[in-house]
């Protein structure tokens, strides 16, 4: 089965706030990501938190981590037309030796769809 | 700039035919991943290298090979026994660590003529 859980579609009118959410299940990294990959296109980095921290902010996107429950969100703020795009938490881990595997697994992610 | 490129960015297969998918990276990374993404599923691993001369199977690498033989490439060959290869294929890089973010390339599409 999947490493992580998000709703498979949010949809949102341009200016108003987006939130995604998503469950993990392997805590054991340093950080957790967030990817954005437009139609057509790879993942981009969208943005991390550090898996000590609450909450990070960096311009329009504020992350959430709530590491005892493993669920982690991601809002944007004003959210525009080009953040229409897949959104995806990996679960990041895997085995630690001297050659890491950085395991990261994807989920389906969620699909934002931003309206005029 | 530093990146990770991938092609072609189409590519269509013919019946009983091998192709092989290009990914090349210049950021130095030692960890390179290979992953195929259908419609509305996850990405799912084929196959992945930690180092040059080593790579190990992912969750779906039948049908698939690989080779390292350059830190910076990590060629994929989509053999002839993988009965339904059309899919958007994914490379991406890492540098070792538990953790680290993969880098990925724009994708290939394959399709079957």
């Known amino acids: 089965g999947e490493d992580v859980e998000q709703s498979l579609f949010l949809s949102v009118r341009e200016g108003d706030s987006s939130v995604i959410n998503c469950t993990y299940t392997d805590s054991s990294s340093t950080y957790l990501y967030w990817y954005k990959q437009e139609p057509g296109a790879g993942l981009q980095l969208l943005t991390y938190i550090f898996s000590n921290m609450d909450m990070k902010q960096d311009q329009r996107l504020t992350v959430l981590l709530n590491k005892k429950d493993k669920h982690l969100s991601l809002r944007i703020a004003d959210t525009q037309t080009g953040d229409s795009a897949i959104y995806f938490c990996p679960n990041v881990g895997g085995p630690v030796g001297f050659y890491n595997n950085n395991d990261m697994r994807f989920g389906a992610g969620t699909r934002l769809t931003v309206k005029p | 700039d530093g990146g990770i490129t991938q092609s072609p960015k189409y590519l269509f297969r013919k019946e009983g035919q091998n192709v092989t998918l290009s990914c090349e990276q210049n950021l130095n990374h030692d960890a390179m991943y290979w992953y195929r993404q259908d419609p509305g599923q996850g990405l799912r691993l084929i196959y992945y290298?930690?180092?040059?001369?080593?790579?190990q199977k992912g969750d779906i690498a039948e049908g698939y090979s690989v080779s390292r033989e350059k830190k910076e490439s990590f060629p994929l060959t989509v053999t002839s026994a993988q009965k339904n290869p059309t899919a958007f294929y994914l490379c991406?890089?890492?540098?070792?660590?538990?953790?680290?973010?993969?880098?990925f390339g724009d994708g290939t599409r394959l399709s079957i003529l």
């Open positions: 991406a890089s890492s540098i070792p660590g538990l953790g680290q973010p993969q880098h």
């Open positions: 290298s930690q180092i040059v001369n080593d790579f």
